[in-house]
């Protein structure tokens, strides 16, 4: 997996900028680099900022919002050659996806955008920018790789053996001898985060339907690449890279069981056609319906798992999502669901639960599925339109500021704490109660000390005294930036911030209070970047206190 910053999509989508792309959700303002961009190239040729704005309005699809038509493009940058060839190679038995075939006439215009416009130029400025937020990615994203494998039980598969190819060949003799030479044959896989500050708050792709340009295309084929891109946000957007790593999990051990699977194809077509609304694609291929439901169910369990009993996203929740899966066409998404309940109980890999699964379907009861959670749909949709309705913040302070908890956030990561306190002090100085700068904030406190603690000739009762001060103001923003956390959204702050604590009792030997705090972070339960480990080996023991 690599998490990276990409100049073709950059230029793509500066282009696009420039072209009329100015959505953002719920009448936010532009995001910072959005707004900075417009700046950089105000003198734009007006003749190439025509042609642009002329290709994106008539290639704009009516009934599709804005932000989503928009990933388009993101998507075929990274089918584009690197700057400033940006042509797209189309091989004879890789078919461009449908959506994209519509764009191919814009990469002529991103080659002369960039040739004319000084974008190259600013291509060092805003990797910079992406790098920021590849630098805030990279951890949680490890985390999150780790989770889903021992999830499945498995391990990621990123070379696919394929059968080896005979070649045949005559020799130069009078009796023409054939000979044959066996050609072993692999096929790469990776997987591509890449951060896109020039996209709506929030956008996200996922795709595997494409081929980046970017490696050798020999002997990788559609479905070897995932490629997750990602826009601005004030939380690290971690759903689609999840979506598209449980894929990436699971296309091989199903295509190492299409055959087994294949026996079911009477059934799984018969079930389909009991869904007027699936989707043709899923009708012809076994392959992608299987697939997509088990991901499907995946998901879901995910979500479930790391809600815990008292979270937001509860079993109707889940329902629903299912049910929307079910009717596109991933009519097993229920089946495994409930088969991923009883797999995490068991322990052993999905590749020995496969077969397992299939066997157990009962095709009748499947069928049904609709019908049956018809109320709870019905009651999800409900409240989630007026969860909708709710207006979004829209300070034009919000984006600035989280740019500079991303910058204090990377900052802290390296140990830089000193470089870090400024940056949160400013956005502590506009938002007291921001718990992400409160929760920096403690982790600079406790990590820097006074220099009342660091003069060699001080008076030790005088050092005792500071030590102590700056970690009851370390205590004091932990506290706070609990208080103020989002339960939803930042429960891994929580969390952590629980455990954090503990550790700074357990420093002034005072157990008992760290006892509480650790068993604290240990009832919210497993979260995606949380310290649910930590608070156990904490209540084990003592920290900093060895085996």
């Given amino acids: ?305 790391r809600a815990g009993a008292g979270g937001s996203y509860s079993e109707d929740d889940a329902t629903f999502d299912l049910a929307q899966a079910y009717l596109r066409g991933a009519c097993l998404s229920f089946h495994f669901y409930e088969s991923l309940v009883g797999f995490e109980k068991v322990g052993i890999g999905l590749e020995d639960s496969f077969e397992q699964m299939l066997e157990t379907v009962k095709w009748d009861r499947e069928a049904l599925r609709a019908r049956e959670t018809e109320a709870v749909v019905a009651r999800v949709a409900e409240k989630r339109a007026k969860a909708a309705k709710t207006p979004a913040p829209t300070d034009a302070s919000l984006a600035p500021i989280v740019r500079k908890i991303l910058l204090s956030d990377d900052l802290i990561r390296r140990r830089q704490f000193f470089e870090a306190k400024p940056i949160l002090e400013e956005v502590l100085a506009a938002e007291p109660n921001n718990a992400r700068a409160l929760y920096g904030m403690a982790q600079v406190m406790t990590n820097t000390p006074s220099t009342v603690e660091q003069d060699p000739k001080g008076d030790e009762n005088d050092k005792i005294q500071a030590q102590h001060d700056r970690l009851e103001t370390a205590i004091k923003l932990y506290r706070k930036a609990i208080a103020n956390a989002s339960r939803d959204g930042e429960s891994w702050l929580i969390q952590w911030s629980h455990v954090y604590l503990g550790r700074i009792f357990d420093f002034e030997e005072f157990r008992a209070d760290a006892l509480a705090e650790y068993e604290k972070a240990i009832a919210l339960g497993r979260i995606d970047n949380g310290a649910y480990n930590e608070a156990l080996e904490g209540k084990e023991r003592p920290f900093g206190q060895k085996q």
């Fill in 1 to 305: 997996m690599r998490i990276e910053a990409d100049s073709r999509t950059f230029v793509v989508m500066a282009a696009l900028n420039i072209a009329g792309f100015d959505y953002e959700p719920d009448g936010q303002p532009l995001s910072p680099a959005r707004v900075e961009l417009r700046k950089d190239l105000a003198k734009v040729d007006p003749e190439i900022k025509g042609k642009l704005a002329a290709f994106y309005k008539s290639h704009r699809r009516p009934g599709i919002d804005e932000a989503t038509d928009a990933e388009r493009y993101a998507a075929l940058s990274l089918m584009m050659t690197a700057p400033p060839g940006f042509t797209v190679y189309q091989a004879p038995d890789r078919a461009l996806p449908d959506d994209l075939k519509p764009l191919l006439d814009f990469a002529p215009l991103v080659r002369e955008f960039y040739l004319a416009s000084g974008v190259r130029e600013l291509i060092p400025k805003y990797t910079r920018i992406q790098d920021v937020y590849v630098a805030a990615y990279r951890r949680p994203i490890g985390q999150l790789i780790y989770q889903v494998l021992e999830y499945f039980h498995t391990r990621p598969e990123t070379v696919v053996s394929m059968k080896p190819l005979l070649v045949t060949s005559e020799t130069e003799s009078k009796k023409k001898v054939q000979r044959a030479t066996v050609v072993a044959r692999n096929r790469s896989r990776q997987m591509y985060i890449i951060p896109d500050p020039l996209s709506a708050m929030n956008a996200a792709i996922v795709r595997g339907d494409i081929l980046n340009q970017k490696e050798d295309l020999l002997l990788r084929r559609v479905g070897d690449d995932y490629i997750v891109v990602v826009g601005p946000s004030r939380m690290l957007t971690l759903d689609p890279v999840r979506e598209a790593l449980i894929r990436f999990v699971l296309d091989p051990v199903i295509e190492r069981k299409l055959k087994f699977a294949l026996q079911y194809k009477n059934d799984l077509v018969k079930l389909e056609a009991a869904v007027p609304t699936a989707s043709k694609e899923y009708s012809a291929s076994v392959y992608l319906m299987i697939r997509e439901s088990l991901a499907q169910a995946a998901e879901a369990r995910f979500r479930r798992i």
